[in-house]
């Protein structure tokens, strides 16, 4: 007996007793020749933008310039942060880390998108889609759960100000970041191990311009594995709705408070505070609910990928000037920094720009 006829007896060996103690795992083993399951899925085609090549170099130019916008704004957010030291403060370093989620959304399905644009083509690899699942749910779980404690943040400054230093010193604000990365590294690990551990027998096909998750489950043809993803969605929509939840309370409170301030200056300064953060949460919370509980009957694939780019490329993009412009903190260190850019520029242009110390 030669080494092929000694593996193949024992690879049948193994087969028969997976068949006899769990049978429910035979069927992949028996439908094997018929239909492609995720280990051997190559490839998935993406939704193309447009079929013309003109508009194609369009979409090209267009996601070009919103990514580099982003990519500026914040990297300019993070550098006033870190070299102004007013902002030197919990929601100053929530603002940080809001500014690195935002940077990881936007390199996480806009260059995928630029490259089939630009070369007109629609594939991704199988560990390039699963890589580009985990990324996003990682930094849309961690954005999210960092809203949350900046609401929390404004709810403390507002409506507990002689508690601001306990609450929110800088272990306990460093515990909360932490929590808010590690929550979205989990919620990114356990949706991606059980996405693509499900069988694939409808095809490759996503009716989407990037890998996302209920795109990939029509795909599937287990019940079982797609029951327990769906699992998994419902426990972290009824958490994301937990938030909203505390995010609206929190609201209710610290607009109470506000109107009890007896001076109209005090009032205005109170809102501007909050201002900010409330329109991100808004414009980040609408996109994401209409995307995914909008009714069945309007749902076609030019909206589905319309409002994709609104939640996944908009909001990165436009947090940086929402609080840049609403925030007069934010908007001094940002005006110190430029400033500080263009003299040291003009005084030594060989010389990097450090900001303002």
């Known amino acids: 007996m030669n080494c092929i006829e000694i593996w193949s007896d024992i690879v049948r060996g193994v087969c028969l007793n997976f068949t006899l103690w769990l049978p429910f795992l035979s ?66 370093f929530f603002l940080l880390n809001l500014s690195l989620t935002d940077l990881g959304c936007i390199c996480t399905t806009v260059p995928k998108a630029m490259h089939n644009s630009l070369h007109n083509t629609t594939t991704i690899s199988y560990m390039g889609c699963a890589a580009q699942v985990f990324l996003l749910v990682f930094f849309l779980g961690t954005e999210f759960s960092l809203l949350t404690i900046m609401c929390y943040d404004r709810y403390v400054a507002i409506c507990k100000p002689l508690h601001y230093g306990t609450l929110l010193g800088s272990r306990a604000c460093a515990h909360m970041a932490a929590a808010a990365w590690a929550a979205g ?37 287990s019940h079982s594995g797609y029951l327990r993803e769906i699992g998994l969605i419902v426990v972290s929509a009824c958490l994301i709705f937990g938030c909203f939840v505390f995010i609206v309370f929190s609201y209710v409170q610290i607009f109470r408070a506000v109107l009890r ?36 009957s309007i749902s076609s694939p030019s909206l589905d990928l319309a409002l994709s780019v609104l939640y996944s490329v908009v909001p990165p993009a436009l947090n940086p000037l929402i609080y840049s412009l609403r925030n007069q903190e934010v908007k001094d260190a940002l ?10 520029a003009m005084n030594s242009p060989s010389s990097a720009c450090y900001g303002p110390h």
Not at 33 to 58: T, V, Y
Not at 192 to 207: D, I, M, R, V, Y
Not at 335 to 344: A, D, M, P
């Open 27 to 92: 069927r992949p083993c028996a439908k094997k020749q018929q239909m492609p399951n995720s280990s051997s899925m190559a490839q998935f085609l993406l939704l193309a933008f447009a079929d013309r090549r003109e508009l194609q170099l369009l979409h090209f130019w267009l996601f070009l310039a919103i990514s580099l916008a982003a990519l500026l704004a914040n990297g300019l957010i993070l550098s006033a942060v870190a070299c102004d030291h007013h902002l030197h403060t919990p929601m100053g």
């Open 185 to 221: 590294f989990l919620s990114g690990l356990l949706h991606t191990a059980s996405t693509f551990s499900l069988p694939l027998c409808q095809g490759n096909a996503l009716g989407q311009f990037f890998c996302e998750i209920p795109h990939i489950l029509k795909l599937s043809c």
């Open 261 to 296: 301030i007896p001076s109209q200056q005090g009032r205005h300064k109170a809102f501007s505070t909050c201002l900010p953060h409330l329109t991100v949460v808004s414009l980040f919370s609408s996109t994401l609910f209409f995307a995914y509980l909008k009714p069945p």
């Open 335 to 344: 005006r110190k920094l430029i400033s500080g850019c263009f003299s040291e």
